[in-house]
């Protein structure tokens, strides 16, 4: 019998895989995109997603460099049908750090595994981050 409930459901998982096919395979970590002449990885889709070198030495200088090899690259920046309307959400309580660092919202004694940032802060993000952040899209 045909439940059109899961149809929806797979059909939507589908159109999100479709979306995020330019999401890196695996994130390399920061301190291991520093050691490499041509920081790269490759695509869900196969192609090859380069970081800018300055970027990462930016990163590198507000990161502490313990902490380096926990920062994992890109930062996904993941909008979901279930959150309000111009909001982004970061998770990771290192890319919490990075993000909140750029954005000049840094609360140090208080480290987070995840964040919501609003439009006009993506929009400083994506400028000054622009290799080193890529979108996801969830549906929550």
Known sequence: MFNEDEFEKKISLRFIQ??????PKKRITLKQ???EDK?????LDGSI???DKKELERLA???PEWEQDKLRLPIYLEMSSSMERGSIRISGRSECAAISRISGKETPEKRVESMIIY???LLKIRKELPTTTQYMF???
């Open 18 to 23: 479709t979306l995020n096919r330019h999401l």
């Open 33 to 35: 995109l520093l050691q």
């Open 39 to 43: 920081p790269g990885i490759e695509n």
């Open 49 to 51: 997603h380069s970081f």
């Open 61 to 63: 200088s507000i990161i």
């Open 119 to 121: 439009y006009p802060h």
């Open 138 to 140: 969830t549906t929550g």
